[in-house]
């Protein structure tokens, strides 16, 4: 991804040298690198709630104590890597953003919509309100495709066998465009089709055909594959056989159903993320 500008969002309690590896890589592909360290407002607790004006708000030590230290912790990640990025000259830019966990949606969002390609640090999964929060708002508030389970942008940006989990809906095609960059730099792609509905009004009479043929013209080294589930959840056919075929990167639409009956029910794309072992490009 020459060129490109990458964000990576990162908890502001995480490790102080996670952002380190993905350096020589963006030196490489002059690529710059955007931060967004993230800290989330502790809850205020129902009994400091006073009943104005016949009581008085009780303002607990505990609560100000935490809120002065995330703020700590976020001014010591934004120092570090902007000494980081000062040090190995690198283009770069850095911005904090502390907020209740679902006010983070906006921010990231509007932090992703001028840059190519964005990161979700695993050190976010801390907490699992910001970590779906910042999650959902780069997927359906920027334009930039997401990733998760690569921390340092390597298996993402040096991948070598990437695998496609297709079907024809708009956000895999979304996801497969949005990684065409990475696609074209990886050894080998494998399109993988799983349950496909072998007809004209459907997936095709030979489904993942199609995009195999727009990405051999983009000088793609493509594997199609169409494989029956057996009984298994789509999301667990798909990590499989990414774990099988060696995939660095498993490139997949997100939410092709309503996010709502996903976060309720469960669904391939809540699997995918709830899943830690294997990196995944998303795009909705």
């Given at each position: 991804?020459?060129?490109?500008?990458?964000?990576?969002?990162?908890?502001?309690?995480?490790?102080?040298?996670?952002?380190?590896?993905?350096?020589?890589?963006?030196?490489?592909?002059?690529?710059?690198?955007?931060?967004?360290?993230?800290?989330?407002v502790?809850?205020?607790?129902?009994?400091?709630?006073?009943?104005?004006?016949?009581g008085?708000?009780?303002?607990?030590?505990?609560w100000?104590?935490?809120?002065?230290?995330?703020?700590?912790?976020?001014?010591?990640?934004?120092?570090?890597?902007?000494?980081?990025?000062?040090?190995?000259?690198?283009?770069?830019?850095?911005?904090?953003?502390?907020?209740?966990?679902?006010?983070?949606?906006?921010?990231?969002?509007?932090r992703?919509?001028?840059?190519?390609?964005?990161?979700?640090?695993?050190?976010?999964?801390?907490?699992?309100?910001?970590?779906?929060?910042?999650?959902h708002?780069?997927?359906?508030?920027?334009?930039?495709?997401?990733?998760?389970?690569?921390?340092?942008?390597?298996?993402?940006?040096?991948a070598?066998?990437?695998?496609?989990?297709?079907?024809?809906?708009?956000?895999?095609?979304?996801?497969?465009?949005?990684?065409?960059?990475?696609?074209?730099?990886?050894?080998s792609?494998?399109?993988?089709?799983?349950?496909?509905?072998?007809?004209?009004?459907?997936?095709?009479?030979?489904?993942?055909?199609?995009?195999?043929?727009?990405l051999?013209?983009?000088?793609?080294?493509?594997?199609?594959?169409q494989?029956?589930?057996?009984?298994?959840?789509?999301?667990?056919?798909?990590?499989?056989?990414?774990?099988?075929?060696?995939?660095?990167?498993?490139?997949?639409?997100?939410?092709?159903?309503?996010?709502?009956?996903?976060?309720?029910?469960?669904?391939?794309?809540?699997?995918?993320?709830?899943?830690?072992?294997?990196?995944?490009?998303?795009?909705?």
């Open positions: 991804m020459k060129n490109a500008t990458l964000l990576t969002v990162l908890d502001a309690a995480g490790p102080a040298d996670s952002h380190k590896a993905i350096a020589e890589t963006a030196r490489t592909q002059n690529i710059h690198l955007s931060y967004l360290v993230v800290g989330t502790p809850q205020f607790p129902n009994y400091g709630v006073g009943m104005l004006p016949y008085t708000p009780v303002v607990p030590d505990t100000q104590d935490a809120v002065a230290q995330t703020n700590a912790e976020l001014q010591t990640k934004v120092d570090a890597l902007e000494t980081f990025l000062s040090r190995e000259t690198m283009s770069g830019d850095v911005i904090s953003a502390y907020a209740e966990p679902t006010g983070l949606s906006d921010v990231a969002a509007w992703a919509r001028l840059c190519d390609l964005s990161f979700v640090s695993n050190d976010l999964r801390r907490e699992p309100l910001a970590f779906n929060s910042v999650l708002g780069l997927l359906m508030d920027s334009a930039a495709a997401v990733v998760i389970n690569d921390d340092t942008g390597a298996k993402t940006l040096n070598s066998h990437i695998l496609i989990a297709w079907n024809t809906g708009l956000p895999a095609a979304r996801a497969v465009k949005q990684a065409l960059p990475l696609l074209k730099r990886a050894a792609v494998t399109i993988a089709c799983f349950d496909p509905i072998m007809n004209e009004l459907a997936d095709g009479e030979n489904p993942g055909s199609d995009i195999g043929k727009w051999a013209h983009h000088g793609c080294n493509v594997t199609l594959e494989h029956p589930s057996g009984g298994k959840t789509v999301a667990t056919c798909i990590l499989e056989r990414a774990e099988d075929v060696g995939a660095d990167l498993i490139v997949a639409g997100a939410y092709g159903h309503a996010r709502l009956r996903e976060t309720l029910f469960g669904g391939t794309t809540a699997s995918l993320i709830e899943q830690r072992d294997k990196s995944v490009l998303m795009a909705h």
